[in-house]
């Protein structure tokens, strides 16, 4: 039998993938809840989104806060947050075998969609970073019981890093279960910005996060380069 879940999908400006992972969820996961919440998208994302999922919600801009209001109006008991650009791996009777084990939370192994030596380096270290340290990124599918995302509060309201800050609190109160099978996300930001400087930024991020730089000032940086 199929697990029902709620998959939340945060979006703006993808009118170019929003219809194919649509799509695909609805083909491969038939008994799950598809709600999208966009942030001010300027293209037609929402016009293609509309008819392809449960719920479309308008919500500012920013993942966590559009997650947030996605969490709230989930009906399944697990909800599943999922980046426009990643596929999930998982098949729907595996994802129901998993789900029967009673996982508070969790993610996927990622792999990366480029066909390049180095992507496969990337995607191990990745993998190995959050299996040793029970923190995962938001392109692994993260998922938790829908109880257990409100107990927490949810996402921090912050304009980056608000999948580390969500991990951090979860696992205070349980281990994840990581999902074998992984997610397969875009490689674009590396191909576009080059695979040493992307590497690099996203490291001096993390590392500037952990010694106690503002959500808000490497918001600012991530985003206005």
Not at 5 to 20: D, G, M, R, Y
Not at 32 to 39: A, H, T
Not at 54 to 68: A, H, S
Not at 84 to 103: E, M, Y
Request: net charge positive.
């Amino acid at each position: 039998m199929s697990a029902r879940v709620s998959f939340i999908i945060p979006v703006l400006n993808e009118q170019a993938t929003v219809a194919s992972l649509l799509c695909d969820l609805r083909r491969r996961y038939g008994l799950s809840e598809i709600i999208v919440v966009d942030g001010g998208s300027a293209d037609s994302t929402v016009e293609i989104a509309m008819p392809l999922c449960d719920q479309l919600l308008l919500g500012e801009r920013g993942r966590g806060q559009q997650m947030n209001l996605g969490g709230k109006v989930a009906t399944s008991p697990y909800v599943f947050f999922l980046h426009a650009d990643t596929r999930p791996g998982i098949a729907s009777s595996q994802l129901s075998v998993c789900l029967a084990q009673n996982p508070r939370w969790g993610f996927c192994r990622v792999r990366l969609g480029g066909e390049r030596g180095s992507f496969r380096v990337i995607e191990w270290f990745m993998n190995l970073r959050s299996r040793l340290t029970s923190v995962a990124t938001g392109d692994q599918m993260l998922f938790m019981e829908t109880s257990l995302f409100q107990q927490v509060g949810g996402f921090d309201p912050i304009p980056l890093m608000e999948d580390i800050a969500l991990c951090k609190k979860l696992r205070r109160l349980a281990r994840p279960t990581i999902i074998p099978e992984p997610v397969l996300t875009s490689s674009r930001r590396w191909e576009e910005r080059g695979v040493v400087a992307t590497v690099a930024r996203m490291w001096l991020l993390r590392l500037a996060y952990f010694v106690g730089v503002s959500p808000e000032t490497l918001g600012r940086y991530y985003y206005d380069r």
